[in-house]
């Protein structure tokens, strides 16, 4: 083999291992749901952190649509996009809620339909929603928080122990 | 079983000190609405200093009906089971889901703490729901409140109620519909029951 056939082989070889990357970081990032059989609708939160382009949405954990566009709102919350396929029949009253996998995991959206008989359309808003927990400012709450109450409490309840 | 997320809410509404609060030009607004009713609750709880949680629920149910609709509240709350249960056990649920977020709350009262709220201008989410944000201080917590409110009979009612993100109703829906999912609606009625009655057995 001359030199000319063996640095096409590689050109091919380098080609093919970005052709399957790209097919792989496609299917793993769950963009699998065609524009053709989703419709949009809007979720606002109060804050989206750690939620990406891209992140899965989930009913009962099944997934049925991506997160789209993110952008701010007039008001400083955060309006994100969800494509969810066309046969889902989402309540007004659908409960959408940033969660993630662990501490650390990816964040997706949750999505928990409610008992409103009118039924979210294209371009609706869900309002109903619960933002992204942010643990470390509640952990620090709840250690500045507990100690106090919960000592008064117990020098109310129990006697001094006698020595 | 349940997680009382109200509570800190409920606390927040009553806690013992007006505060702080920035009231809007319109009387009816939602920040009115919310204003005015802690500052029922104070009136009531000082009234009552040192009562059981019991009695101290009796006494706050009706500023509490008047600032809540509790209906939405429940409907929300069970979620898809909601359309499984008989317009009986529709207004059964509501009546049960009500007097625990009520008793929760009392359970909780505390006369001797302080608090000061500071409310936003209510944004608008839609179909004429607004959200209202309040910055609580609490002893040494900041915490960050949201009500979420629809037009009533007396200018605003409260549905929903996100604190620290947590939303009152997601809380409960997710945990109401595991439950009707194993056992449907009767289960739901009596694991609320059930509640009821074991808070009515707490010592005070």
């Given at each position: ?40 609708v ?47 029949q989402l309540p007004t009253d659908t ?18 339909p409610g008992a409103e008989d009118k039924t979210l359309t294209q371009?609706d808003r869900i309002t109903d ?35 | ?74 409907k929300r ?5 909601w359309r ?42 839609g179909g004429g729901r ?75």
């Open positions: 083999m001359n030199s000319q056939a063996m640095e096409r082989a590689v050109g091919l070889f380098v080609l093919g291992g970005v052709a399957c990357l790209s097919y792989f970081a496609f299917q793993l990032g769950s963009a699998n749901f065609r524009t053709s059989e989703t419709y949009t809007e979720a606002r939160f109060t804050s989206a952190v750690g939620l990406n382009s891209g992140a899965q949405v989930l009913i009962a954990g099944v997934p049925v649509g991506t997160v789209g566009k993110m952008k701010l709102g007039k008001d400083f919350s955060a309006l994100v996009e969800l494509r969810v396929l066309k046969n889902l409960l959408a809620s940033i969660r993630g996998r662990g501490l650390l995991g990816d964040k997706y959206v949750a999505l928990t371009g929603t619960e933002s992204a927990v942010d643990i470390e400012s509640l952990i620090s709450r709840f250690a500045f928080g507990s100690v106090q109450p919960e000592k008064n409490e117990k020098s109310e309840k129990k006697p001094a122990p006698k020595e | 079983m349940f997680r009382h997320t109200l509570l800190p809410t409920l606390s927040a509404l009553v806690v013992f000190h007006a505060a702080p609060f920035q009231l809007q030009a319109k009387p009816a607004s939602p920040q009115a609405v919310l204003d005015q009713a802690l500052q029922d609750l104070i009136r009531v709880a000082e009234a009552s200093r040192g009562v059981s949680a019991i009695q101290l629920s009796q006494k706050t149910r009706p500023v509490l009906e008047k600032l809540f609709n509790f209906e939405s509240l429940t709350a069970v979620g898809q089971g499984e249960l008989s317009a009986d056990q529709q207004k059964q649920a509501v009546a049960l889901f009500s007097e625990i977020l009520i008793r929760s709350y009392a359970s909780r009262f505390d006369w001797d703490s302080k608090l000061e709220i500071q409310f936003s201008p209510p944004v608008d989410l607004v959200e209202v944000l309040a910055m609580t201080r609490y002893g040494n917590n900041n915490v960050k409140v949201l009500y979420r409110m629809e037009p009533a009979a007396n200018g605003w009612a409260v549905y929903d109620v996100v604190i620290e993100g947590v939303s009152l109703a997601a809380n409960y829906r997710a945990q109401f519909d595991s439950i009707r999912q194993r056992g449907g609606g009767e289960a739901l009625l009596k694991l609320m029951q059930e509640n009821l009655k074991q808070s009515a057995n707490k010592p005070a």
